[in-house]
């Protein structure tokens, strides 16, 4: 090759995406650090940060020629909707950057960005009839920030909130983001510190059977105690959790001291109860979930058939698929399945049928109050004559008070849950409560059936 050529061809790939022809990083980036400079001149810098979310799915499909026939598409359609200032860049092989200088950035310019992204809207799949799915965010200098670097990030930020919020429209990046990215990024790092130094630890809660008051089973819930901070909430942390590896940290932590606990009350003389774990979808969905159960239950003698999973209903709307085969994978080595929360999606029959569930939790938002309310009264009829088509035994979470048990007794409701019986506990007040219980369930109008009872005595009327 001619040396002058091969000089200018490599100058080039060192400055620009050779696929796009647009600025790559490095030099998109040194480009934006020059308009920030005279951004103190009173110019200001939009800077925007599009990802396409389904270019790894279209590679998959049809390799790479599909993959780059949408990236060629997206480069045309961005080119053609920026005036000639605009700098246009590359980051990765999924996400562009675009900037513009102004003036100010009124609404006619914010308008202007939003036609930026809405000129993508209408490129289609090579080959099929789906559109491009992108998820775009904006951050403005100086207003955001007057570091280049800093406006590439929040403008990043915003851009995998849109993602995530799957919002059709270039999301403004808002300080709030930020903040919530540096607290979940601490609350990750205090997980992972609580994990080592023993501030986890698990409260039960049981499950009573509507008819007879026996004890059926032992729900695990996690606490943390952090030492600056006090008790932490699940609500508050899971989520976070969910969102990376730690929630793997979280369901082995709960498996192995559940199934310990367990076997700790059986040893001391009780009636082993079912012990329900939370699992997330984050875990239930990964390869080597049915390993990792496996391995537990491989590790202590305590039967399969004694543990159950509780997942929430949402996952139904996740991946169906996925979903079923794992439930069957679980019934297989005897373990139970539950779906949690049930009511708060709207999952039909047709999609419970397919899945070979045990139980089914009522969440409490149809049952607090349910003795004052004929509407609830009358919901909770149709989850329960649905469940009990569905062979399904029914959980009602969230109990407090004997009206509500009441009536859930009349309705048909196997099984409750909920501060009516007994908080969430530390394990060591849970074997002391499974063994006041014969007694304490007299006072709810169960019958006695502890040796010394005579039984007919205590028959509830
Ligand atoms: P959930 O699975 O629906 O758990 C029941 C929640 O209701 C618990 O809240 C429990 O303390 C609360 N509860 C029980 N009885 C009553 C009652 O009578 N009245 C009222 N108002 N509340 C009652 P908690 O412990 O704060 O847990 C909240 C959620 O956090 C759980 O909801 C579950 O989704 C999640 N979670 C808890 N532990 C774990 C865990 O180990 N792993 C995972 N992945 N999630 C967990
Ligand atoms: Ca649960
Ligand atoms: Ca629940």
Redesign the pocket.
Known sequence: MDEKLRRQMLAYTQRYDFQTGFLNYQSFQKALSGWMQEGRAGRQVALIWIEVLNLRREFALLGSKGAESLVIQVAEALRSSVDDGAVLGRFSARCFLVALQAPQFDKTERRRIQAIADALSPIRLLGSRSMLEVAAGVAFGPADTKSPEDLMRFASLAASRAGYLRSPSVLAFRSAMDKDLMRDHQVEMEMHRGLDQGHFR??Y?PTVALTTGQVLGA?????WDHPEWGPV???KF?PI??RSSL?WR??D??LRNALKDAQHWAGLGLEMPVIS????WA?LRRDDFIRSVRAVLAWLPTPATKLEV?V?ESVLFDDEELFARRVRQLKAMGVRVAI??FGTRYTGFNVLKRVPLDSM?I??CF??GIDRSEDMRSLCRTIVAMAQQLKLRTVA????RSEEMETLKRIGCDVA????FE??VPAPEFAAFLRSWPERKQRLGFAYDGEAAEPERFIAC
């Open positions: 698990l409260a809660q729900e695990a819930l996690i606490r909430a699940p609500g899971i959790a969910e929630i979280v369901l932590f709960t774990v939370n699992v997330s875990c509780e929430t949690d929360d939790k969440d409490r049952i607090h979470e969230g109990v407090e849950q909920g501060y009516l908080r969430p």
